[in-house]
């Protein structure tokens, strides 16, 4: 042990000594004269004890710093002014590269001119080491973005197409008239009117669920601010997508509802006919069968795309230059809704403006829940996402499939 540690341990001990003399309850003690007399000296005697302490700790530094000063100025020095140990003596600045360059030896003594051009001088300063590359040293920081990139999904447009309000009812309940018999006619002077007659038949569209739902847990909701967002609106296009496909596809066999193309049963073939000819010979159908005005054509990307680059003779292009800017899709003046939903090759063309129409039980409705025994000690929420509708198609005949298309 040196003498420095010995100064403190004894500071220490007698530190020690007078807090055990004072006592903890020195501020309502009262001390006599001896007593006072007995801690005046020992704190004397710690203050002389640590002075000297301090003395000795400052000269033991002065005798470390002085040592290492006598080694410095000791050290053979090279022609670059730094120490053949790579140090740098005492007061010696450290030299940039062009200037221990001028100061080298072979640049001083090499002839002014062009012999100073092709020096090769080491610089020892400068003696690389192992090279730090971000691969086996710090890495550059690469934060992520928030920005989500959504995968690719169709776009729900047919519901777009169909009137729509509330309804409160399970079933939506309508009258079609079935029996129009009209035998209107002339009729002679006291003789017998042809009687007419009139049918009613009740036809019922039934309210049916659509839902789905995803478990997420409570930390990636908590931790990401933006996914509980994300998630809704994915949830929400996942149900406008089942909802588009039900409209034109349901079979009518509950819970599925009564699309479009099970209930429609006038069709048109396309045959030997151009695609654009099939279409409207299909509006001939509706508008004398079913005695409708056809609104718009849904058709699938594919056969769209035969019909919009048609050329005539020559190879110009029917439905405009492909230079031009083109106008919502159209066909005979009705609006062409395109939508890979669509079945390939089948166009569906009618009156939805008049003779379709979805009555919604509630709207999209959210929920969130860990009410699960296994999910509530697994911090899982379940989001699940509903709604009810139906669709009504008052008029079948007022709706045609054009089938073989290209």
Same mark, same amino acid.
Do not use: C
């Given at each position: 042990?040196?003498?420095?540690?010995?100064?403190?341990?004894?500071?220490?001990?007698?530190?020690?000594?007078?807090?055990?003399? @004072?006592g903890d309850?020195?501020?309502?003690?009262? &001390?006599?004269?001896? %007593?006072?007399?007995?801690?005046?000296?020992?704190?004397?005697?710690?203050?002389?004890?640590?002075? !000297?302490?301090?003395?000795?700790?400052?000269?033991?530094?002065? !005798?470390?710093?002085?040592?290492?000063?006598?080694?410095? !100025?000791?050290?053979?020095?090279?022609?670059?002014? #730094?120490?053949?140990?790579?140090s740098r003596p005492t007061g010696q600045e450290e030299k940039s590269l062009g200037q221990q360059f001028v100061d080298s030896p072979l640049f001083k003594n090499a002839p002014s001119g062009s012999a100073r051009k092709n020096l090769e001088i080491e610089l020892k300063q400068f003696d690389f080491k192992t090279t730090m590359t971000t691969s086996a040293g710090w890495a550059p920081v690469n934060a992520r973005t928030n920005i989500v990139i959504p995968s690719a999904q169709r776009r729900p447009v047919v519901a777009d197409l /169909?009137?729509?309000?509330?309804?409160?009812?399970?079933?939506?309940?309508?009258?079609?008239?079935?029996t129009f018999t009209n035998s209107a006619a002339p009729v002679a002077e006291n003789a017998a009117k042809p009687e007419s007659a009139l049918a009613m038949t009740e036809?019922?569209?039934?309210?049916?669920?659509? !839902? $789905?739902?995803?478990?997420v847990t409570e930390e990636q909701l908590d931790d990401v601010a933006q996914a509980r967002s994300l998630i809704? =609106?994915?949830?929400?296009?996942?149900?406008?997508l089942a909802e588009e496909t039900q409209l034109l596809t349901g079979?009518?066999? +509950?819970?599925?509802? =009564?699309?479009?193309?099970?209930?429609? $049963?006038?069709?048109?073939?396309?045959?030997?006919?151009?695609? +654009?000819?099939?279409?409207?010979?299909? &509006?001939?159908? @509706?508008?004398?069968?079913?005695?409708a005005e056809p609104s718009a054509i849904v058709m699938h990307p594919t056969n769209w795309e035969y019909i919009a680059v048609l050329q005539d003779g020559n190879g110009n292009y029917?439905?405009?230059? +492909? #230079?031009?800017?083109?106008?919502?899709?159209?066909?005979?003046?009705?609006?062409?809704?395109?939508? +890979?939903?669509?079945?390939?090759?089948?166009?569906?063309?009618?009156? #939805?403006?008049?003779?379709?129409?979805?009555?919604?039980?509630?709207g999209v409705t959210l929920k969130t829940s860990d009410s699960h025994a296994s999910n509530f000690t697994l911090?899982?929420?379940?989001?699940? /996402?509903? %709604?009810?509708?139906?669709? %009504? @198609?008052?008029?079948?005949?007022a709706f045609c499939l054009v089938t073989g298309l290209q």
């Open positions: 042990m040196n003498q420095l540690q010995t100064m403190l341990e004894e500071v220490q001990t007698k530190r020690a000594a007078l807090a055990e003399l @004072i309850n020195w501020a309502e003690r009262k &001390f006599s004269d001896d %007593e006072l007399s007995e801690i005046q000296t020992r704190n004397k005697e710690i203050a002389d004890l640590h002075d !000297a302490y301090k003395t000795r700790e400052a000269i033991e530094e002065a !005798a470390r710093t002085n040592a290492g000063e006598i080694k410095r !100025a000791n050290t053979p020095v090279d022609n670059y002014g #730094f120490g053949m140990n790579g /169909i009137p729509q309000d509330a309804t409160q009812n399970t079933s939506i309940k309508y009258m079609e008239e079935t036809r019922t569209a039934l309210v049916q669920k659509i !839902a $789905t739902w995803i478990p809704e =609106n994915r949830l929400v296009l996942m149900l406008m079979n009518n066999t +509950p819970p599925q509802l =009564n699309g479009f193309l099970t209930a429609v $049963t006038q069709s048109q073939a396309r045959g030997a006919d151009p695609g +654009p000819t099939a279409v409207y010979k299909s &509006f001939t159908k @509706i508008r004398f069968t079913g005695f029917i439905w405009g230059r +492909p #230079f031009d800017s083109g106008p919502v899709p159209r066909l005979w003046g009705l609006p062409v809704v395109v939508t +890979p939903a669509e079945t390939l090759n089948t166009a569906l063309v009618g009156d #939805f403006a008049t003779y379709s129409h979805i009555s919604r039980k509630m911090n899982v929420v379940v989001m699940l /996402i509903e %709604e009810r509708l139906s669709l %009504e @198609i008052y008029r079948p005949n």
